[in-house]
């Protein structure tokens, strides 16, 4: 039977504790078509703070935990069912009923001790919430020394799937160091998986470690001496320049050079390089305004409102050049003033 | 004057580039006729407004013509060289005023040697 199979790859992986999680994932997959993992789906895809998959995990792993346990203590394993009853009822805060249905739920479906699965299940919520209030007041945990500043990151279970390969290594990173002398409680692992998948919030906040010390940055040097770079600077800075500029390896080092030099235009060609026209259309075109110093009749008049009709059409040149070309005119005509009155 | 004339035509001739350059640089104009028309060229590009300008008030027939006449005087009086008729297209590599085409600036002979040695690029014996 299934269960049976389950309880066998359950004590072979118990020895190495790294490899639960992953027989438990593998399990959960295998048994994908089961209702049972119908209802596990279900309740994982439930909007609720925690994922319940994990803590099917953490449970088949400290069930695995209890079982070897179970063969050495006998008789306590009966013992601990009402315990665990009266502590929660003990606890102080009291549990999401939601939860508490949820957890009812999972454990009826497991083919385990009901009540004891439920007992842990509830049991870790309430560490679970616990933790998370030590975290919200700001409570430094022991285990966390070296690593100050991290936090919870609550997954769903799409993300969860996804990452398990990422928790597994980090597992491993973890238990390689305190896997030792902390395997028995129940608690340091949950507590370690459960900061499994913490990340950093910064770098710069919280606790100093004291590791490197601080550089004292001074201001820099900027003032110089000497205002202007003289000529001896100019020669060296030349000098090094004619060093350093090595002939070109390829041919795109050359084409490099090229466009730095103004030899090759730049790609993709930009046909208004080197011609900033600011200026708006109607300026271009209503020239009228530039014809106060003429005269208002006459054959000049005339002549000048033929300049602007042309100019106005003139697409090559910029505002400037044509208000030149009607200030010319104008200084021109002053000058010839004497001359156009004996007219 | 004639002093000051070579000084400025040896400094037209000779371009000096500030910067080290791998490739092969010329620093002479080919013969003085080119330098001349350097020259001309410059002239020409610094009174092309004004000439246009004082054309304009020549080629008209709603200015009276006493002005008119007064412009036909000033434009004279321009240097010769800032006029863009005195300009030859000669060619860049040898200065040959004539049998030069246009668009690439050098005369049929040059044109030839460096198409027949695969350097113009896009040019090919025409067969046909």
């Not at chain 2, 092969?24 to 002239?43: E, G, I, P």
Request: charged content about 30%; aromatic content about 6%; hydrophobic content about 35%.
């Amino acid at each position: 039977s299934t269960s049976s199979v389950l309880s066998t790859d359950k004590d072979k992986s118990a020895a190495s504790k790294d490899s639960t999680p992953e027989g438990a994932s593998k399990s959960l997959k295998d048994g994908a078509e089961t209702p049972k993992q119908q209802l596990l789906d279900i309740i994982g895809n439930m909007k609720v703070e925690v994922s319940y998959r994990k803590k099917l995990q953490q449970l088949k792993s400290s069930e695995s935990k209890k079982q070897v346990l179970n063969k050495l203590e006998g008789p306590d394993s009966e013992g601990s069912v009402p315990q665990g009853t009266t502590e929660d009822t003990q606890r102080g805060k009291p549990l999401n009923p939601e939860l508490v249905k949820a957890a009812s739920a999972v454990a009826s479906s497991l083919p385990r001790n009901k009540k004891q699965t439920e007992s842990e299940l509830l049991a870790q919520l309430r560490r679970h919430e616990e933790t998370t209030d030590k975290q919200k007041k700001g409570g430094t945990i022991n285990i966390r020394n070296v690593i100050s500043e991290m936090t919870v990151k609550r997954q769903t279970p799409a993300q969860r799937s996804g990452r398990i390969s990422g928790r597994i290594s980090l597992q491993l990173d973890e238990d390689g160091q305190r896997i030792r002398p902390e395997r028995s409680s129940a608690q340091s692992i949950d507590s370690r998986r459960y900061f499994c998948f913490v990340h950093f919030q910064s770098l710069k906040v919280g606790k100093r470690l004291n590791i490197f010390t601080k550089t004292s940055t001074e201001p820099e040097h900027a003032l110089k001496t000497v205002s202007s770079p003289t000529i001896w600077d100019l020669e060296f800075a030349k000098e090094v320049a004619a060093v350093t500029a090595q002939p070109p390896r390829n041919g795109f080092e050359e084409m490099i050079q090229w466009t730095k030099e103004g030899i090759l235009w730049e790609f993709p060609i930009d046909n208004e390089v080197g011609m900033e026209d600011d200026a708006e259309f109607h300026e271009h075109i209503f020239l009228e305004k530039h014809l106060e110093g003429f005269p208002k009749e006459g054959p000049i008049r005339h002549f000048m409102e033929l300049v602007i009709c042309g100019l106005s059409k003139n697409p090559y040149l910029s505002v400037k050049q044509k208000v030149e070309h009607i200030e010319w005119f104008q200084k021109y005509f002053e000058e010839k003033k004497e001359l156009l009155q004996e007219i | 004057m004639a002093a000051a004339a070579l000084c400025w035509a040896l400094r037209a001739a000779r371009q000096v580039l500030p910067s080290p350059c791998p490739r092969q640089v010329r620093s002479y104009y080919v013969d003085w006729r080119m330098l001349r028309d350097v020259k001309r060229r410059k002239t020409a590009y610094e009174y092309a407004d004004e000439r246009l300008r004082i054309n304009a008030i020549r080629k008209n027939s709603i200015l009276p013509r006493e002005l008119q006449e007064v412009a036909d005087k000033e434009i004279a009086a321009l240097p010769r060289d800032s006029c863009p008729v005195r300009i030859r297209n000669r060619c860049v590599l040898t200065s040959r005023p004539r049998g030069v085409k246009r668009r690439w600036r050098l005369s049929r002979i040059v044109f030839r040697h460096f198409a027949d040695h695969a350097q113009m690029s896009g040019v090919q014996r025409a067969m046909w």
